[in-house]
């Protein structure tokens, strides 16, 4: 594919807007936009695009997808993406959580990114201090805004008394359409999913760090021949999950 409008749509119908909170989704776009890096600044501009015309949910895999795209642009050396995301930084931060009511949602998902984004030295960190600072001064505001819209609590008052806060509040417009039942569930569901594979990734250990430690561990109880036997086996492992993470199997 050389049609650089061709790539273009691509990108967005195959990608974007069928981005899930799946790491994979995530990874495949990522793959997709460094195989056409030479029309980073097109990509980029159509991610942009993307985030202007999604609901939350998807604007929220978008953010997630960004911190997958630096990660790969820094691993292949074509840091244009990373310089991309950091001089729209602001604007990308306000379109996936806009507003003071439905867009507050992903303010959480904006830190979260910025943060791992930072920690992993691909922005600066006076970069991500001007978004947080104002996302701290919109977070107070929108908690302020929904406390005052719901009515006074009482003894007699239960959890489905309250009604749901009005729609004529005086809110900043998120520019955005609310989300409707089968959206919430949805979100619920991806943030579920991402906090499940985030405990994953606090437990999980190297396999070769873990050999090390076996063999280092076990010189004084067990013999040669089974310490042997126990790192061969293990490198067997290594290799095997090595094998099935770049997708080679047996016939």
Known sequence: MSDPFAIRMNFKRSYLEKMTSSPVSQQRAAAYALRYKDQDEDLHSCILEQLENSNINLRANIMY???????????????????NVERDLGRICDLV??????????????????????NKSLLQQSSCSKVESAFTSREITALSKLSKSLPPTTTSTTAMDIDPPSQATTSKPDGIHELD?????????????????????????DPEEELELLYESGRGGLTAQLLRDCVDDGKGRVLAMRMDGMGVGGV
Request: net charge neutral.
């Open 65 to 83: 997808f960004i911190e997958h795209l630096c990660d790969a642009a820094k691993r292949e050396g074509h840091l244009d993406y990373v310089r």
């Open 97 to 118: 959580a806009p507003g003071e009511r439905g867009g507050a949602t992903n303010i959480k998902v904006v830190r979260k990114v910025l943060q791992n984004l930072q």
């Open 181 to 205: 039942e089968k959206d919430v569930e949805q979100r619920m569901e991806e943030d579920r999913e991402r906090h499940k594979r985030t405990r994953e990734d606090m437990w999980a250990v």
